[in-house]
């Protein structure tokens, strides 16, 4: 009797352990919890339950590798030692209140491959450690507060598919960076405060599908040569100060291209039903769309 109740005992010892997170990891999620008003959640956590319990919070070998809070009332400000969630891979605390400055710490995250913070109240400017978010895929900062230019830097980012930064207050000229992304298919940068020229080199974007840089102001002539990109299908480029004159002569090419807004005698070209892609039915503005709300 005595030696089942050491194997029960071993057992039950070996199961605490396989599901423990590192004290570096549960303190990091409390910081999230208290710097966000987590009383106050729709979908709160219970500090005294075990971490696999909260609520968004995915665990694997004992590490949290994926945070989703989307729509939860989240109000405040995001704590530097997020950094210490080294295995995370996804953060999305999007359509939420969150305040304040992006903080460094999330630039620490080397696993990082989705980061989705749109429509909440950040601002300040990108900084430049998010250079170091080399394994991101998926960058949202759609909809906040956000000021300052892009920084070059952001062109490190090599895996990059997904950068949505419309609405915000960015300043400053593209990034010639952007054009070592091969891996990009949607650049979303409309209703900010840019300038300056269109570089011919986002030509080299092979798998851009989606380039929407409307309401802003970039000047002269639009390179012809991005309509013949061979992937793109949505183009949208109006209200800015580019040579209109330009654009009312210019010639669609036979490709991909599906939607073409801009200011000119035509004011848009729409070659096929716009049903499948990510357009806003009112303004016709690319959209970003988050798995969460297509599953609600």
């Known amino acids: 009797m005595r030696f089942r ?21 549960k303190n990091a999620l409390i910081d ?16 005294s339950s075990k971490v696999s319990n909260w609520n968004g919070v995915v665990i694997e070998n004992n590490h949290v590798v994926s945070i989703t809070l989307f729509n939860n009332n989240l109000e405040g400000t995001l704590p530097n030692s997020i950094g210490n969630l080294e295995n ?3 953060l999305n605390l999007a359509f939420n209140n969150i305040e304040g400055n992006l903080p460094v710490g999330i630039c ?34 759609f909809s906040n507060n956000i000021s300052g230019e892009l920084p070059e830097v952001i062109g490190s980012i090599s895996g990059l598919k997904v950068l949505s930064i ?20 949607r650049l979303e940068l409309s209703d900010n405060n840019m300038g300056g020229d269109i570089p011919v080199s986002l030509t080299q974007l092979k798998n851009l599908q989606i380039l ?6 970039f000047s002269n ?19 800015n ?7 009312n002569h210019i010639d669609i090419p036979v490709s991909n291209l599906v939607l073409f807004d801009f200011d000119g005698n035509q004011e848009s070209i729409i070659k096929k039903d716009l049903k499948n892609l990510y357009i806003d039915s009112n303004t016709r503005t690319a959209k970003t769309i988050f798995e969460d709300e297509q599953a609600n």
């Open 5 to 25: 109740n050491n194997i029960i005992a071993v057992l039950l010892l070996i199961t605490s352990f396989t599901f423990a997170i590192p004290k570096a990891e």
């Open 32 to 47: 999230l919890y208290e710097s966000t008003n987590g009383a106050n959640w729709k979908n709160t956590w219970d500090l």
């Open 88 to 90: 995370l891979k996804l």
């Open 108 to 141: 620490q995250l080397q696993h990082l491959q989705v980061l989705r913070l749109g429509k909440n109240k950040l601002s300040g400017s990108i900084p430049n450690e998010i250079g170091g978010l080399r394994s991101l895929e998926h960058l949202d900062l």
């Open 166 to 185: 419309s609405d915000n207050n960015i300043t400053g000229k593209l990034p010639r960076s952007l054009a070592k992304l091969a891996n990009l298919e």
């Open 212 to 217: 929407a840089i409307a309401e802003n102001g």
């Open 221 to 239: 002539d639009f390179p012809s040569q991005i309509m013949n990109m061979p992937n793109l299908e949505v183009l949208q480029i109006q209200k």
């Open 241 to 247: 100060k580019f040579n209109t004159e330009f654009l």
